[in-house]
């Protein structure tokens, strides 16, 4: 009986020997691997052929069908992890409190934009209920993954330390299952509101004047009020905004939620870097969209909120739009009380 493990052993030594030829374990270059100070006498010399460099990785080879898992070292994973850890959270905090922060500085400074000739009592169609129901879809399903995608961001350093692991682990289970489920109502906002609003959105030269005067905003005065169309230049930048970004979030997102189906890991890294600096950015674009449409311009909520505005916005917030509408007859003007509340003028 002692003789059949010495045996064996002796039997199966070429099979391992041809093995460890076939998986290439010892057949790739040799690799100089620094022995940690204090250690050399315990290394058996530095040279070590356990692992081949490829492409900026180190490889090994697998005879499971998965080839990604001979990927032994990536070296820009590192890389990519101190993004994922740090980078985007600093980066995320910084650009959203900016932002924060230069609002609030512009709201002291310019205070509400109000309607210079005040409320009317009349009431324009602005916004029929496909568009407005594009719009909320687009609005609530953003919000959800701004905020649920911002809870897996900021789990780390901002919520373990304030709600603890027990409390972090199921928010954080049930955020990441509805972002997932938010993407579908995302995805078909933004392909109706394409559909309704790109007619409107056509860049023309009058935008020009618009951006180079900035909408009149920095003006305290409020007496500029350029001519517009259906969506001024501010608004088209917002919309096309939305669109490319959006776009540019969904298809990044869905290659995220399938993961190594299109790509390996090198390529998920790439995604994950894109669709969250997508969403950094679109999340500081829509702060501001959200500003002008709520406290930084009077009336302005009522276009989206009710799908009408008061008439004397229209005319000095989109003349050229009023105007065409009044002409080909299709703006019935109706009567109604001015609301008194977001610091309504009712002079
Ligand atoms: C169709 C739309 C979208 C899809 C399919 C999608 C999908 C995903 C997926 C699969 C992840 C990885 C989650 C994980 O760590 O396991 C993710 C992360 C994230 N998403 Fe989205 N997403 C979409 C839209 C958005 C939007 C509109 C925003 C924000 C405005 C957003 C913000 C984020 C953020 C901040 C993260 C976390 C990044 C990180 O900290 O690693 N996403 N998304």
């Known amino acids: 009986m002692r003789y059949v493990l010495p045996l064996v ?26 022995v940690s100070p204090g250690l050399e006498q315990n290394t058996p010399g530095s040279l070590v052929e356990l692992y081949e460099p490829y492409d900026d990785q180190v490889v090994g080879r697998v005879t499971i069908p998965d080839d990604k898992l001979g990927v032994l070292v990536q070296p820009e994973g590192r890389t990519w992890r101190a993004f994922r850890i740090q980078g985007l959270y600093y980066t995320a905090m910084t650009v959203i409190l900016l932002t924060i922060a230069l609002l609030g500085g512009f709201y002291l400074w310019r205070g509400t934009i109000k309607l210079e000739s005040g409320r009317s009592g009349r009431w324009v169609p602005r916004f029929g209920s496909i568009e407005r129901f594009a719009h909320w879809t687009t609005a609530i399903s953003f919000l959800t993954l701004a905020l649920t995608g911002l809870t897996v961001t900021f789990g780390r350093y901002l919520l373990i330390p304030i709600l603890g692991h ?130 930084g311009m009077e009336g302005a909520f009522d276009a989206i909120g009710r799908g009408k505005v008061d008439e004397n916005w229209a005319i000095e917030h989109h003349h050229g739009w009023y105007k065409a509408q009044v002409e080909n007859g299709s703006t019935p003007v109706e009567q109604g009380t001015p609301p008194a509340t977001d610091g309504a003028n009712p002079t």
């Open 9 to 34: 052993l002796l039997l199966l030594a070429p099979t391992a020997l041809l093995a460890q030829e076939e998986v290439g374990v010892g057949g790739g270059e040799d690799i100089n691997i620094p």
């Open 166 to 295: 027990y409390t972090y682990t199921p928010l954080a289970t049930a955020a990441k299952s509805l972002h997932n489920w938010s993407a579908i109502p995302f995805v078909i906002g933004l392909v109706l509101m394409l559909a309704v609003w790109i007619k409107d959105n056509i860049p023309s030269r009058a935008d020009w004047l618009w951006i180079k005067k900035a909408g009149g905003m920095f003006e305290r005065t409020g007496s500029f009020h350029p001519e517009t169309a259906r969506f001024n230049a501010g608004q088209k930048i917002i919309f096309w905004s939305v669109i490319l970004g959006g776009t540019t979030l969904a298809i990044s997102g869905y290659f995220l939620m399938a993961p190594f189906y299109f790509t390996g890991v090198s390529g998920m890294q790439i995604g994950h870097v894109i669709h969250s600096l997508s969403a950094v950015v679109m999340i500081a674009v829509i702060l501001c969209h959200i500003y002008i449409g709520t406290l």
